[in-house]
């Protein structure tokens, strides 16, 4: 007997669905470049999965960059918006997988530190109602690594986080989904990512499967029911709370205990 399927898949953006981590190295490389200093791709990787804002703070008070926090932000990403604009450097497997997702009725939710522009240029490359619910870096208070984005998107969904499935490719990104409940499958893009408890990771998204997430959710399901046995009761993460008024084949699961090609796209979901 199959395993039911997730009650949604949760999609990350920024280096698992687009390959757009070198665009934001680019465009940190010329900003910072502005203000007298080197920048580089491994600079760049001290800052993914970051929030718009803690990047923007960082390159702020660290480096030197002389603007606001809301002027670095709109400087990169407008330049990233352009690149994504010209053609979508699409990770592989991830907009098949999105296809199946979708095809078969189950909701998806695109969880990204990104803010509205980017995520709005994004979905306009994408089929219509790609995307069930779109929580932005703009959205929530506390952003990743924090649980609230992916504890918002369920919400938002009306389903529980730990009957979904979230795809992250960096540390901060895994931690906030595995920290809402999810079950996370991680494909490292830009930045190698350590195994983690309660997270399994894949090398890429090429053959992943509806069937497989479905999986990787019973198995998810199990070792946090083996946990529970074996441990005190946890009390559950509250979601988040309203924004302050200023602030707008499955792989094989990594030991441990359980919490928590470039492609462009033509039209429909056909790809070149």
């Not at 019973?218 to 046995?229: E, G, Y």
């Amino acid at each position: 007997m199959s395993a039911a399927p997730p009650a949604a898949v949760l999609f990350d953006l920024d280096g698992t669905l687009l390959d757009s981590e070198p665009l934001w190295f680019e465009a940190e490389r010329r900003l910072v470049g502005e203000y007298g200093h080197a920048w580089g791709p491994a600079q760049g990787r001290q800052l993914v999965g970051w929030s718009l804002w803690d990047s923007a703070t960082f390159l702020r008070e660290q480096v030197g960059v002389d603007l606001p926090q809301p002027a670095i932000i709109e400087r990169l990403q407008a330049q990233v918006v352009a690149g994504v604009a010209q053609a979508p450097p699409w990770r592989p497997g991830a907009v098949e997988l999105l296809a199946e997702v979708r095809a078969a009725g189950v909701p998806t939710g695109l969880v990204t530190m990104s803010y509205r522009l980017m995520t709005d240029s994004v979905i306009s490359a994408l089929p219509k109602d790609a995307f069930t619910s779109v929580v932005s870096g703009e959205q929530v208070s506390r952003g990743k690594p924090h649980p609230d984005p992916y504890l918002l998107a369920a919400q938002r969904l009306g389903v529980s986080a730990e009957d979904c499935v979230a795809i992250e490719d960096s540390m901060t990104g895994a931690t906030s989904a595995r920290d809402a409940g999810c079950a996370v499958l991680v494909v490292p893009a830009a930045v190698p990512v350590n195994p983690m408890p309660g997270v399994t990771m894949c090398g890429s998204l090429t053959g992943m499967s509806l069937a497989a997430l479905a999986d990787l959710l019973h198995q998810h399901r199990d070792a946090v029911r083996q946990s529970a046995l074996a441990s005190p009761a946890r009390r559950p993460v509250r979601p988040p709370g309203p924004l302050p008024p200023d602030r707008e084949a499955a792989c094989r699961p990594t030991p441990g205990t359980a919490p928590g090609s470039h492609t462009t796209r033509t039209t429909g979901w056909g790809l070149p």
